[in-house]
């Protein structure tokens, strides 16, 4: 079963991490945590890799909705957007909200997933139109 949305944009890391930051901006979500994995892992195990950052996105009145459906569902939240070097290309994936309703199995999650996905794939198609998206688009 698929978990993400992803888009794949020809453009500098640099930029493309921006691009994602303002189109979730647009769409209502701020950023609460950043890890650097790239940096993390040169730190802790002396490990060099492709950048790869971990952005949690978070949509307040999103959130305050799914949290009213199930106090538990603070454990999926918030948001991870992953931006990761792929060669030439940029790789950015959300989780797809539509797993808050198969992991937890409640129907009255639905409609806060259903505008997450909208917001999300907004996101997602700002960030292929602000670069050169691939082919592979949207998942």
Same mark, same amino acid.
């Given at each position: ?104 199995? +409640? @129907? $009255?999650?639905?409609?806060? !997933?259903?505008? *997450?996905? =909208?917001? +999300? @794939? $907004?996101?997602?198609?700002? !960030?292929?139109? *602000?670069? =050169? ?7």
């Amino acid at each position: 079963m698929p978990y993400d949305r992803t888009v794949t944009v020809e453009a500098p890391f640099q930029q493309v991490q921006q691009d994602v930051r303002n189109a979730l901006g647009d769409q209502g979500f701020g950023i609460l945590t950043e890890i650097d994995v790239q940096a993390t892992l040169k730190a802790k195990l002396d490990h060099d890799m492709e950048p790869y950052l971990i952005l949690g996105a978070c949509n307040p009145p999103l959130a305050h909705r799914a949290l009213e459906v199930d106090r538990s569902i603070g454990l999926l939240l918030p948001c991870n957007v992953v931006v990761r070097a792929d060669g030439e290309k940029v790789i950015v994936q959300t989780v797809d909200p539509g797993t808050m309703v198969t992991l937890t199995g +409640l @129907d $009255a999650m639905a409609p806060v !997933v259903e505008e *997450a996905t =909208r917001r +999300l @794939d $907004a996101a997602l198609a700002a !960030v292929g139109t *602000a670069g =050169r998206e691939s082919p592979s688009g949207p998942a």
